[in-house]
T-cell receptor, first 111, second 115 residues
Framework: KNEVEQSPQNLTAQEGEFITINCSYS?????LHWLQQHPGGGIVSLFM???GKKKHGRLIATINIQEKHSSLHITASHPRDSAVYIC?????????????FGKGTKLSVKP | NAGVTQTPKFQVLKTGQSMTLQCAQD?????MYWYRQDPGMGLRLIYYSASEGTTDKGEVPNGYNVSRLNKREFSLRLESAAPSQTSVYFCASSETQQGGVREQYFGPGTRLTVT
């Protein structure tokens, strides 16, 4: 079973700061997911990546397959980025399509 | 496209009562999932259905049953609710990919309290 660790658990930043959230996993994977959970509770998928880097607006996700590590960066952070960011990886011990989720990083961006 | 819908949004049960959480998706996805989310813990898989007509246990199946009614609908039943089942429940769906994991689409969640 894959194990997923995220850091930090909580993060407070000032508007405009560069944010980094980290995710490490224990078993080699085909792809890693980053998700965002809004303060209202809804969960949306941000990225699915298997190598290198992906960018969507001010969000950048990177992955190092050899190091079993991924980072999510937010440039020029804004209060609307306040949310819980969750990393997830495949659970190869179970059926295909199953994910193991990290506990999340709660980000609060102050104006 | 509504995506993934769940009902109800909120529910309060007394210990021992039963209820069914409903989930439907309109994206023609083969795979559907039920998760629970508790404070300080990541999402945990209760049951999943890789395709219509099949269901399998996830990490925390005890106290729950599921039905994959058709390709669109996947319901979660609590036969005799316990306070330990107080949680937020999410349904999700995805396409199925051989050897990989596809993006999952989540419903809005059901906040369940068992007293």
């Amino acid at each position: 079973k894959n194990e997923v660790e995220q850091s930090p658990q909580n993060l407070t930043a000032q508007e405009g700061e560069f944010i980094t959230i980290n995710c490490s996993y224990s078993v080699g994977i085909s792809a890693l997911h980053w998700l965002q959970q809004h303060p209202g509770g809804g969960i949306v998928s941000l990225f699915m990546l298997s190598s290198g880097k992906k960018k969507h607006g001010r969000l950048i996700a990177t992955i190092n397959i050899q190091e079993k590590h991924s980072s999510l960066h937010i440039t020029a952070s804004h209060p609307r980025d306040s949310a819980v960011y969750i990393c997830a990886v495949p659970n190869y011990g179970g059926s295909q399509g199953n994910l193991i989720f990290g506990k999340g990083t709660k980000l609060s961006v102050k104006p | 496209n509504a995506g993934v819908t769940q009902t109800p949004k909120f529910q309060v049960l007394k210990t021992g009562q039963s209820m069914t959480l409903q989930c439907a998706q309109d994206m023609n996805h083969n795979s559907m999932y039920w998760y629970r989310q508790d404070p300080g813990m990541g999402l945990r898989l209760i049951y999943y259905s890789a395709s219509e007509g099949t269901t399998d246990k996830g990490e925390v199946p005890n106290g729950y049953n599921v039905s994959r009614l058709n390709k669109r609908e996947f319901s979660l039943r609590l036969e005799s609710a316990a306070p330990s089942q107080t949680s937020v429940y999410f349904c999700a769906s995805s396409e199925t990919q051989q050897g990989g994991v596809r993006e999952q689409y989540f419903g809005p969640g059901t906040r369940l309290t068992v007293t």
